[in-house]
């Protein structure tokens, strides 16, 4: 889904729902860390990150900010949620 008709779901619905957000989401990730962040498949901290790439962390963590200021840009709503041991999770579309 393009940032176009992403806004313009939102102007029709008013409310996104979560599989709406991430395929615009997608539409905005650069790589494919950016998309695996997006889906869930590494974490929103970084810690998952193994060997040369856990030496590289802020560059991941810069990524990842990029790519919610792209989100935030295009009004994709997410949120940050914390759940059980203080696991930060990713969470997409309105509260």
Known sequence: ???????EAVRRLGVWTEDDAI????????????????????RWSGSDLRGEARKWGL????????????????????HI????RGLLVLAWGNR
């Not at 889904?1 to 806004?7: G, I, Q, S």
């Not at 560059?59 to 997410?78: E, F, Q, V």
């Open 1 to 7: 889904m393009t940032e176009a008709r992403a806004r």
């Open 23 to 42: 395929d615009a989401a997608l539409g905005l990730c650069r790589g494919d860390y950016q998309r695996a962040v997006v889906l869930g498949e590494q």
């Open 59 to 78: 560059h991941y963590k810069r990524s990842r900010d990029n790519l919610m200021k792209r989100c935030t840009a295009a009004g994709i709503p997410w």
């Open 81 to 84: 949620d914390t759940q059980a």
